[in-house]
């Protein structure tokens, strides 16, 4: 007789004391592979469990590549939406029917022999077995039938995956619904919003691609005057947009998204209150031939440049620092035609700007 969702849930806890959640299902010590791309700051890597040549793969074998963080390691790139964070866990595919049976046999009967496994935690373990075995079943999702090893090579049993780079343990291990069945060609069940998704390949892409470093041209370039208009730019040559794909490829489930970042603006903060910027609002936007700012040039000391800054006060012995960040606009193209946009994404640098008095004679 099918459970309802509650029950479910409380199996999913006895999931949890199984080691569902264990280490096979996270992501394993990423590798570094590949050559870097041209015109990027990282490089191919891949998070991945590892298969074992017969077919078998761990969860969360998703493959970086363009502008991302080497190692798996998250990028540089910060959100400017402060309620905007990549997803903390999904659902991914795990095993197929007959390594499944052999994992799960495994934890199952180690839990139920341990001494003092009893009441709440020994109850859901022993419905997670019927559940594989019998098909025991509940309500949205049913059970199976000798861990379904009949239809072995025509799925695979998918289950939670952490994603390692999410500091809230909580959060982290939030996906706890039993490993559930996927036929090979098809969508995973719509009650499991964490499927792994293009949309969710693009956040994750979001959150380990790489921005190029922003260190803007200043004139004059060692040292300014104080009350001497500082000019500012960036030449087109010295950043273009980025890409950045995650991809996720196993049997019977190829999906992938590539997330694009352009450059939309320049932002400058002196690094103190005694300065002004051009504009006022230190917001330098994008020209038509994708440069910020103007080179200064001969003659034009005179000029207001239309981006920059003005300092009022001396540096004295030591340096302003003056921070510059670009503002990328960011969107995402995926399998299937899917698609959207991203939260614009900021990255930064200080530079160091020595201001000194100008000196003068009197007679």
Excluded at 95 to 121: C, R, V, W, Y
Excluded at 234 to 243: I, N, R, S
Excluded at 325 to 352: K, M, R, S, V
Aim: hydrophobic residues 30%; negative net charge; aromatic residues 8%.
């Amino acid at each position: 007789m099918p459970v309802n969702r509650s029950l479910h849930l409380a199996l999913s806890t006895g999931a949890a004391a199984l080691g569902l959640t264990m280490g096979v299902l996270a992501c394993a010590n990423p590798a570094y592979a590949g050559e870097e791309p041209a015109n990027t700051q990282g490089a191919n890597t891949e998070e991945s469990g590892g298969g074992n040549g017969n077919g078998i793969y761990a969860a969360a074998r998703i493959q970086y590549s363009g502008s991302v963080a080497k190692d798996g390691g998250t990028g540089n790139v910060t959100s400017s939406d402060v309620n905007w964070t990549p997803p903390p866990c999904w659902y991914a595919p795990y095993l197929g029917a007959k390594d499944f049976k052999k994992e799960m046999s495994k934890h199952i009967e180690g839990q139920l022999n341990t001494p003092g496994m009893g009441g709440t935690a020994g109850s859901a373990l022993g419905e997670t077995k019927r559940h594989y075995e019998d098909e025991y079943g509940w309500t949205d999702t049913p059970g199976y039938k000798d861990y379904n090893v009949e239809n072995d090579g025509k799925g695979m049993f998918w289950a939670g995956v952490e994603n390692p780079n999410e500091p809230d343990p909580l959060k982290r291990s939030s996906c706890t619904d039993l490993p559930f069945w996927v036929e090979n060609g098809e969508a995973p069940p719509p009650q499991y919003e964490e499927a792994i998704s293009p949309e969710i390949l693009a956040a994750l892409a979001y959150q380990h691609m790489e921005l190029p470093d922003t260190k803007v041209t200043l004139a004059p370039e060692a040292n300014t005057k104080v009350n001497l208009p500082t000019w500012a730019w960036l030449d087109k040559a010295v950043f273009d947009e980025v890409q950045a794909t995650a991809a996720l490829n196993v049997p019977g489930f190829n999906i992938q998204a590539t997330t694009t970042a352009r450059p939309v603006s320049l932002k400058l903060e002196p690094g103190t209150k005694d300065a002004e910027t051009y504009p006022a609002s230190g917001e330098c936007v994008i020209n038509a031939d994708k440069s910020i700012g103007e080179p200064y040039a001969k003659g034009k000391a005179d000029q207001t440049p239309p981006c920059g800054l003005k300092y009022f006060r001396s540096s004295g012995d030591g340096t302003y620092k003056l921070q510059a960040t670009i503002t990328w606009e960011i969107a995402w193209t995926g399998t299937g035609g899917a698609g959207g946009d991203l939260p614009d994404g900021t990255f930064g640098n200080e530079q160091a700007v020595t201001v000194q008095e100008i000196q003068a004679v009197n007679r």
